[in-house]
């Protein structure tokens, strides 16, 4: 079999490795356009439970990941400087960077050569090839080249994705009011003395900081100084940190033709639930399996791939949109109490409600209900 991935990210990557482990005698390549040790952001989080199914599936790439993760079992919402803990929340973050080396590391040991530095263009020097994967991110080229029946839209707000030396403690979210309007920052650690930190704002304080006339230092320097007290007097560290919107991507058909889809190139999922990249490697799984499970019939695995990962995928999915629509009113949600806010944060998704955190978050709901109050006040 001659297989063509296409991008060298953790879908790319982790489906290279699968299929070659199992079947060393298929011809896979893997053109990834930047170098080994370049990638955009800084860190990501796996929620506890995210890290479940590599536990299960392949525990020698969890346990390859494991001394790299920082672990902790609380979040923290801070609410224009008031702090509220919420108990339970386990989550585990690790370096971008890394994580791509391990997967680099475990996709050479099996035989893979990825070509880095090598962008693909187009798709039609791949005549001989039996599967054209796109794991070529939320642009995806692949994606583009052929008919997904994709949908592609993108909520309003802005982010720009900066790291700092700043060690947190926990997965913290700080959400502050200013004159020039609001602004919140997602932030974690994601090795032992760097964290991870991005800063989102609505449309409204985009345009009144005038963020699209600034150059990227100066958009920094005026979001260090807007969180200065969250970082304690450490600075922001850029990698290319521009703002950006965050797509919200659907495709009606995974695959098209001799050409099929994972991860970012197949779906978004908002940063705020933090399961962008366990999808991606769950793609991996699903589609190396249906390969496996079909190895001379690929139109048969390509149906067996989406039949597996589409309900999963969707619920996700709908979750994140809901976690992105929470975000894009955030400014209406800061003004409601602290521990209102915290409990709208929470159950934001939809995937969490007042008896599920009972028995996660025993000590946040005692708070919580000590406010007299068992429900939420209105919000927008
Ligand atoms: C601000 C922010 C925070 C996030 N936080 C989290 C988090 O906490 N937890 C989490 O799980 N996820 C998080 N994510 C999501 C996560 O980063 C993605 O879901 C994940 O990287 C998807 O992996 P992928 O391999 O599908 O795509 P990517 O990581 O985008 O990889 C695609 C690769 O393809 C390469 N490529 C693209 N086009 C071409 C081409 N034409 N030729 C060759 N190579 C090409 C790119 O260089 C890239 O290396 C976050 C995302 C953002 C924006």
């Keep these: 079999m001659r297989i063509k991935i296409i991008g060298g990210g953790s879908a790319g990557l982790y489906l290279a490795f699968l299929l070659k482990r199992r079947r060393p005698d298929y011809e896979i390549e893997l053109f990834e356009q930047n170098q080994a040790d370049t990638t955009f952001g800084f860190g990501i989080a796996f929620s506890e439970r995210a890290l479940e199914f590599l536990k299960r599936a392949d525990p020698e790439t969890y346990a390859a990941m494991a001394p790299s993760l920082e672990n902790w079992s609380d979040g923290i919402i801070v609410l224009n400087g008031e702090p509220i803990r919420i108990d339970g929340i386990g ?11 391990i997967l680099q590391a475990r996709a050479q040991a099996v035989g893979i ?35 997904f029946g994709t949908t592609l839209e993108h909520f309003t707000n802005r982010f720009a994705w900066y790291g700092t030396p700043k060690r947190f403690e926990a997965l913290g979210h700080s959400f502050i009011e200013t004159p020039q309007g609001h602004f919140n920052a997602h932030h974690h650690r994601h090795a032992p003395g760097m964290s991870t930190f991005v800063v989102e704002v609505n449309e409204a304080t985009f345009n009144a900081c005038g963020f699209a006339r600034m150059s990227l230092e100066e958009a ?51 940063f705020s639930i933090g399961s962008g990249t366990r999808l991606a490697m769950e793609d991996a799984i699903a589609l190396a399996n249906a390969i ?20 999963v995928v969707e619920k996700l999915v709908q979750a994140a949109n809901a976690s992105a629509e929470w975000y894009e009113h955030f400014a209406e949600h800061m003004r409601s109490p602290p521990l209102d806010f915290a409990y709208s944060y929470i159950t934001r998704s939809g995937r969490i409600d007042l008896e599920r955190l009972r028995t996660t978050s025993p000590e946040f709901v005692a708070a919580y209900q000590a406010r007299g109050s068992t429900k939420p006040r209105s919000q927008v």
């Excluded at 989550?91 to 791509?100: D, Q, T």
């Excluded at 919107?245 to 050409?259: A, H």
């Design 91 to 101: 989550y585990a973050g690790i370096g971008r960077l890394r994580l791509l080396e």
């Design 220 to 270: 920094q320097a005026m979001c260090a100084k807007i969180f200065a007290g969250t970082l304690g007097g450490a600075p922001l560290i850029s990698n290319n940190s521009i703002w950006r919107q965050f797509p919200k991507l659907s495709t009606q058909r995974w695959s098209s033709g001799n050409c099929v889809l994972i991860g970012d190139a197949l779906h978004s999922a908002h």
């Design 292 to 311: 496996l499970q079909h190895p001379s019939d690929l139109p048969a695995a390509l149906i067996a791939y989406e039949a597996a990962r589409k309900p």
């Design 113 to 147: 050569v990825p070509r880095f530095g090598s962008r693909v263009e187009t798709l039609e020097d791949f005549g001989d090839t039996d599967l054209i994967v796109g794991a070529d991110g939320a642009n995806s080229i692949v994606r583009k080249g052929r008919d």
